[in-house]
């Protein structure tokens, strides 16, 4: 199949028209079979609210999760159109009286279901007052089993883990940095769970300045697509990548039947031997 990772701007909206039109032209542009839209790239929507509302964390939060319904049509039209898979923007969602992080995964068929973010960043515990949702989802598509970490769930091997064992095959990680130091953290997440579940790694990220709101001022990052360097992948473990900051697609296709391959004759075997851990202790 064919994976496209978007290195995604944050752009001011006038109407929902204009989203729409935004990612209709996303969607035109790659012929992939499954599309990644980044952490938090939904918070573009903030602006429909006005500079004052798309200004203030707690304002901005409610405006976007207000046109939730209106981006799950979308995703849905486009998905049915374009006859391809799309992981959608992550963004707020209220079922209770803080949002939590979400990203849901769409199909040509329909909507195919949700991962909610698992742990929190110190800015969403401590400034945005964003709230974990604790459980993780293993989605069996036409493409492959498919997992979902976003952004720093992605630095957890606990979390990647649990859902190899649950039998995903590939590992989506929306991602929103505002630092290159952030970047890497959530880049060197992604490697490392591609190389201990000898799986593919998806990063999409936010890319770029955005005044007019502080909740995503900065965004710094590159998309990519990542392997484990055990022989049935590039030696780099990078199987495809963009340039830094540079809004656009990365495409690759994939193989999944090499991660079977992997797993069981790889150079190495990581994920076989992962149990291994247990019987050591400290001397």
Same mark, same amino acid.
């Given at each position: 199949?064919?994976? /496209?990772?978007?290195?995604?701007? !944050? ?12 990612? %209709? ?13 980044? &952490? ?13 509302? $798309? ?6 939060? @409610? ?6 319904? /209106?981006?799950?049509?979308? @995703?849905?039209?486009?998905?049915? #159109?374009?006859?391809?898979? !799309?992981?959608?923007? %992550? ?21 195919? #279901? @949700?991962?909610?973010?698992? !742990? ?10 964003? *709230?974990?949702? =604790? ?18 769930? %992605? ?13 995903? &095959? ?6 929103? *940095?505002? *630092? ?23 990063? $999409? ?17 590159? $998309?990519?697509?990542?392997? =484990? ?32 391959? %992997? ?9 076989? @031997?992962?149990?291994?851990? /247990? /019987?050591?202790?400290?001397?």
């Amino acid at each position: 199949m064919k994976i /496209a990772a978007a290195a995604y701007p !944050i752009d001011w909206l006038e109407d929902f028209a204009a989203y729409e039109a935004k990612l %209709s032209r996303w969607v035109r542009e790659t012929d992939a079979d499954l599309l990644v839209f980044p &952490e938090y790239a939904a918070m573009e929507l903030a602006s429909l609210g006005g500079r004052e509302v $798309a200004g203030d964390l707690e304002a901005s939060l @409610h405006e976007v999760a207000r046109h939730w319904p /209106a981006v799950e049509a979308l @995703h849905l039209r486009l998905a049915a #159109g374009a006859g391809c898979h !799309i992981l959608g923007a %992550s963004g707020p969602v209220f079922e209770g009286a803080r949002p939590v992080n979400r990203a849901v995964l769409y199909g040509p068929e329909g909507r195919i #279901g @949700h991962q909610d973010k698992q !742990i929190m960043t110190r800015f969403e515990r401590e400034d945005w007052d964003v *709230t974990g949702a =604790p459980g993780l989802r293993l989605f069996d598509t036409a493409l492959g089993r498919i997992g979902v970490l976003i952004c720093y769930d %992605s630095e957890f091997p606990l979390l990647g883990r649990q859902l190899a064992e649950a039998g995903a &095959e590939l590992l989506l990680v929306p991602s929103c *940095t505002d *630092t290159v130091a952030g970047f890497n953290r959530v880049r060197i997440g992604a490697m490392a769970r591609a190389l201990e579940s000898q799986c593919v790694v998806v990063q $999409a990220p936010t890319v770029g300045p955005c005044e007019w709101m502080p909740a995503l001022d900065e965004n710094r990052g590159r $998309a990519a697509i990542y392997g =484990p360097p055990d022989g049935f992948w590039p030696e780099t473990g990078i199987i495809a990548e963009g340039p830094m900051d540079a809004p656009g697609w990365v495409t690759v296709e994939v193989d999944l039947a090499r991660v079977r391959q %992997s797993r069981k004759d790889g150079a190495v075997l990581p994920f076989a @031997h992962w149990p291994e851990q /247990a /019987a050591s202790r400290m001397l």
